[in-house]
């Protein structure tokens, strides 16, 4: 699905134009975006729970010299989809 199909589907939805929905999903997404950058978790029933993850320092290898190297520690954003959103895209 494309950004315009998304726009499309969640003005046809809320009874909104598609400016107003390009809008609403801006918002969203800036939204989102600040909290987990901030390390809050973001929660939205149906769908699931956004969060910053941590990942620690740990040694790798750098595979063309096998060479040791070390990785410093970083956050990623993480995902953890609601019972809901798994149970529909399973087919139950």
């Not at 046809?12 to 801006?26: F, N, R």
């Not at 790798?60 to 010299?65: D, E, F, L, S, Y």
């Not at 520690?73 to 529909?88: N, V």
């Amino acid at each position: 699905m494309t950004k315009k199909e998304l726009l499309e589907a969640m003005a046809g939805e809320a009874g909104i134009s598609q400016a107003d929905a390009d809008k609403a999903l801006g918002a969203l997404v800036s939204a989102v975006t600040a909290a987990v950058a901030k390390g809050d978790r973001v929660a939205i029933p149906g769908l699931g729970t956004f969060e910053r993850r941590e990942r620690s320092a740990r040694t790798g290898r750098n595979p063309q010299t096998g060479e040791e190297i070390q990785i410093a520690a970083t956050s990623a954003p993480g995902f953890k989809p609601a019972a809901q959103f798994k149970a529909t895209v399973a087919g139950k």
